[in-house]
């Protein structure tokens, strides 16, 4: 219950999941731990509910942007007053990129694993992916995915540029950038009703005044309908802290 | 590192800067042993690989390990034996001991041994450029590791731990370190035409971070694009990649202004910053082409050649710690023809590692870099009895040998010109000033400026280190 609870909000009721014990600190929301234990048995153990349970709670609703004195009462947001500002992990990086440019694959439920890695891409759930303990790409390693080889209590969240490089550079990455702009490129519309819709595509809403001049500047000067721009610009949006982050 | 120190909010707490640095209780742990101040900052600064002091003035600030994996043989190299001449195709006087396969009688060493330098320390024929340095090396001849396997000796050797998942040094060092240039990866382990024998575990960070396992290069490629993931962008040259990068950076600023003071979003705003300049740095720093002519001829021809002038462009340029294994599966592994194998694979290696030793000490570099030699374990001085299946009939290499075999190390505070502890008459078990595995570990770390018994993660419930519960420096060796 407490690792489905901390991957949820990012926080965990008690924070060492894999360690219970005397030398572990008590739990600041033992009332929370304890309703949501006994309710989980209650319910069968369906993780269903327990999932649903949480993510309906008035504490998980929360946005994670609040006024600085809120934020200096707690830092560590250890009474929950607000949400934690989550970065998406390495699956959910993936599906969100190939959602947004129409790639993500979920035509198929369950069957083999794929190798996310494979110069053949695949644009399956990463849910699929084929792990080799032996052989463990270097992507996932990059990415924080926990090691196969060992107990991992949590994941890691580090920020490193090969993550950035994966982004820029990869073949994957490409891809993804060139679904999006192939469209735009080949679009009657005007630049701006483009750029709104590219806009609504990735980010879920319209750009503001000073980020339609921004881009529309970009895009303008390779020329409104070449491909190669549009997908860089894509691509630059699909980079951004605003995609990565959850609020 | 200066463009991540701006990055540290003062509003965070100590226990939400290390969780968002992806760093545990360990950490803090060692910030406390440390009794840095700037290390909490570099915590705080979300660079994993800043650059920290460790426990004490540290003597050697890189490592080069030169692994010949496979095993090679003491007695065909660095640790003579005329006793063995004496016995050549007789039984020895002593019960051969217990090794992976069945041995006979007596081999004796197919190569001449040669004193050189003012310490003399004798060195077989097939390393003539490695003999020109002797006195700055330490011979360590009395090594010694638990069985005669490769796979637990390879785990043993790179990890302090034979069987279960533990991080290897390399990865232990850049976490205690971090590096000294954020454009670099900061552990690097360069291995021509594929994986040595136990793969990527052996440079594994285990339970610690990701971003302190080794970096794979496979040195048989040249180009760049082939040696490091991801390192060109192959439909935007570097201007349009610039344009990308300041639109990108304008928004990620617009997003950041409304929002409170988050050091995870200003650490990806200038981890894109890094590989920008990674991109450029990584590519200077793989491309041997770019050193003169005298130098390449110092290093001479071959895949060794090329790998080992990396190991000194990568530590010249800051990185911690570069393993360049010799080659992919075990190729000083020489169960039969040991005469001819050997000789081959130390021409190989030979004039390379020479050049290195000579090039660090003409730069300055050799005082604050250690270099390592040695394989996973030695061989027998016995010969190997046929066996069906592998060696049929040939008799004439030597089985592995984990009781007693030789390393050296060069330069980072050891005392050169010296032989440390010995084996037996006949080269199969090491009896005088036994150096286990373990203690090996515990003294890299001391020339690295760390007490082993303190560079501590905590990890299931308790404190793990290099050395486990084991391992004693050797001060012998400590120049």
């Not at chain 1, 030398?23 to 949501?36: C, F, G, K, T, V």
């Not at chain 2, 660079?47 to 692994?67: D, E, G, M, T, V």
């Amino acid at each position: 219950m407490n690792r489905v609870f901390g991957r949820l909000t990012g926080t965990y009721l008690v924070d060492t999941p894999s360690d219970f014990g005397l030398r572990s600190e008590p739990p600041i929301h033992q009332m929370a731990l304890d309703y949501l234990a006994v309710e989980f048995i209650n319910h069968g153990w369906s993780t269903k509910w327990l999932i649903k349970e949480i993510v309906t709670s008035a504490t998980y609703r929360q946005v994670s942007n609040v006024s600085a004195e809120m934020y200096e009462l707690d830092p560590e947001n250890r009474w929950m007053a607000r949400m934690n500002r989550r970065r998406l992990d390495f699956e959910a990086m993936r599906d969100s990129l190939l959602w947004a440019a129409n790639l993500l694959d979920d035509s198929e439920t369950g069957g083999k694993s794929v190798d996310l890695a494979d110069k053949r891409m695949t644009f399956r759930r990463s849910i699929y992916a084929y792990i080799d303990r032996q052989n463990f790409p270097s992507l996932y390693r990059t990415f924080d995915v926990a090691s196969p080889d060992t107990h991992a209590p949590k994941r890691f969240d580090t920020t490193v540029p090969q993550q950035a490089l994966f982004l820029l550079n990869s073949p994957f990455a490409k891809e993804v950038g060139l679904a999006i702009g192939q469209r735009y490129a080949n679009d009657t519309r005007s630049v701006d009703q483009r750029l709104d819709a590219l806009m609504k595509q990735v980010y879920s809403r319209t750009p503001t005044d000073q980020e339609s001049a921004w881009l529309h500047e970009f895009v303008e000067t390779a020329g409104a309908n070449d491909a190669k721009a549009w997908s860089r610009l894509a691509q630059t949006l699909l980079l951004s802290n605003e995609f990565l982050f959850v609020d | 590192m200066s463009q991540w120190e701006s990055t540290a909010g003062n509003s965070l707490s100590r226990r939400q800067l290390l969780q968002r640095s992806g760093m545990g209780l360990g950490s803090l742990a060692m910030a406390e042993c440390l009794g840095v101040r700037g290390a909490q900052a570099d915590i705080a600064s979300q660079s994993p690989l800043a650059a920290r002091a460790p426990h004490f003035a540290p003597k050697a600030k890189h490592i080069i390990h030169l692994f010949m994996n496979g095993g090679p043989s003491h007695v065909d190299t660095f640790d003579p034996k005329p006793a063995l001449d004496k016995y050549h195709g007789t039984e020895l006087p002593m019960k051969n001991l217990r090794t992976e396969r069945k041995t006979g009688a007596a081999f004796r060493s197919p190569y001449k041994f040669n004193q050189f330098g003012e310490s003399g320390i004798p060195v077989s024929e097939i390393f003539p450029h490695v003999a020109q340095c002797v006195d700055d090396m330490c011979v360590i001849r009395s090594m010694h590791a638990d069985v005669p396997n490769h796979e637990p000796s390879l785990l043993l050797m790179n990890c302090g731990q034979a069987r279960l998942v533990r991080p290897s040094m390399g990865s232990w060092l850049t976490y205690g370190l971090g590096t000294e240039n954020q454009n670099l990866p900061a552990f690097v382990a360069m291995c021509p035409g594929g994986y040595p024998i136990q793969e990527s575990q052996n440079w594994q960070s285990g339970f610690l971070p990701g971003i302190y396992q080794g970096t794979y290069i496979d040195t048989k490629n040249t180009r760049i694009d082939r040696l490091i993931e991801n390192i060109r962008n192959k439909w935007q040259d570097h201007d349009q990649q610039r344009t990308q990068l300041d639109l990108l950076q304008k928004l990620n600023r617009q997003h950041a202004a409304v929002r409170d003071d988050d050091p995870q979003l200003e650490a990806r705003v200038q981890s894109f910053e890094l590989a920008f300049r990674m991109q450029m740095e990584a590519a200077d720093a793989f491309d041997v082409s770019r050193e003169s002519q005298s130098v390449l001829d110092a290093y001479g021809p071959g895949v060794q050649a090329r790998q080992i002038l990396i190991a000194r462009r990568l530590v010249e340029r800051g990185v911690r710690f570069v393993q360049v294994w010799h080659g992919a599966g075990q190729p000083w592994d020489n169960h039969d023809d040991i005469e001819v194998n050997h000789r081959r694979l130390a021409k190989e290696c030979d004039q390379a590692i020479g050049a290195l030793l000579k090039d660090l000490k003409s730069r300055g570099l050799l005082d604050e870099t250690l270099v390592i030699w040695g394989g996973e374990f030695g061989r027998t001085p016995t010969v190997e009895l046929p066996k069906k299946g592998s060696n049929a009939g040939k008799i004439n290499g030597r089985d592995h040998n984990h009781h007693g075999f030789t390393m050296w190390m060069a330069g980072g505070g050891v005392k050169g010109g010296t032989i440390f502890g010995a084996t037996d008459d006949f080269g199969f078990r090491a009896v005088e000033n036994r150096v286990h595995v373990h203690d090996l570990h515990a003294t890299i770390l001391h020339l690295m400026g760390f007490d082993h018994t303190q560079l501590t993660y905590r990890y299931a419930g308790r404190d793990f280190r290099l050395t486990d519960v084991h391992g004693q420096v050797v001060p012998e060796i400590l120049a």
